[in-house]
Nanobody
């Protein structure tokens, strides 16, 4: 069993930056592919970014490519999402997710464990 706890959400102005983090429990973190998703009110949960277990491979949604960076620290069981040049349309609840699959995918169905989410609000 893996438990995920997000932190670092908040309110930021458009053009600003924010970093959200996810702390994972369990000894298998370094073997998990990790992902970030977001969900805006009235919309489906959408893929944002993913990172391989080693951290050597990353994958981003087109909407955040060049603005967001996913990273992980396997020694500390944490994964981060650095968000720069934020836009009002980035406003959403951001969820951390983990999967035992080695495939780095964008489908929420691939992920086995989910955090409770952290709110990110970008004002215009």
């Amino acid at each position: 069993q893996v438990q995920l706890v997000e932190s670092g959400g908040g309110l930021v102005q458009a053009g600003g930056s924010l970093r959200v983090s996810c702390a994972a429990s369990g000894r298998t973190f370094s073997a998990q592919t990790m992902g970030w998703f977001h969900q805006a009110p009235g919309k489906d949960r959408e893929f944002v970014a993913a990172i391989s277990s080693s951290g050597r491979s990353t994958y981003y949604a087109d909407s955040v490519k060049g603005r967001f960076t996913i990273s992980r620290d396997n020694a500390k069981n944490t994964v981060h999402l650095q968000m720069n040049s934020l836009k009002p349309e980035d406003t959403a609840v951001y969820y951390c997710a983990a999967t035992r699959n080695t495939y780095i995918g964008s489908s929420a169905k691939l992920y086995d464990y989910w955090g409770q989410g952290t709110q990110v609000t970008v004002s215009s």
